[in-house]
């Protein structure tokens, strides 16, 4: 495919070991290619790039990957696994693994319920407490 774009992850040594993580944690995942210095891999059929460029630059939440979740048990299973090992948690689903790449875990259903009026405000309360999401309280606030 001509012009495809993907992220390219800039790694600390560790590009190789990120790739293997990710791919173990997202379904219809790959490592493509692999060498030292640059390894290319698929998750949920994604074409992603990480490089061992070195300890210049470093993650922060200027850039994140969201994952869309149907299901309490997708948003429990993603955020254990991404925080496991050294990852931390955030606020209003926002978390950090152990590389220190930022992601967002959101249900589906939150869109939804930010669209109805009569719901927004207290949704939008209930979410800011929030780490990780609860679907059940979101629908019930």
């Known amino acids: 495919m ?30 493509t290619a692999d060498n030292q210095m640059v390894v290319t891999f698929e998750l949920n059929g994604k074409k992603f790039m990480g490089l061992n460029g070195g300890p210049h630059f470093k993650f922060n939440e200027a850039v994140s990957f969201v994952v869309d979740c149907d299901t309490q048990e997708e948003i429990d299973n993603y955020w254990s696994k991404l925080t496991a090992d050294g990852g931390s948690e955030g606020t209003c689903g926002w978390l950090k693994d152990k590389f220190g790449v930022s992601w967002q875990i959101v249900p589906t259903v939150l869109p939804k319920l930010l669209s109805n009026p009569d719901k927004a405000q207290n949704v939008m309360q209930a979410y800011m407490k929030m780490k990780k999401f609860d679907i059940r309280e979101l629908e019930n606030a």
């Open 2 to 31: 001509t012009n495809q774009i993907y992220p390219c992850l800039w790694f600390d040594g560790q590009a190789q070991a990120a790739a293997k993580f990710y791919c173990s944690i997202f379904k219809n995942s790959k490592i």
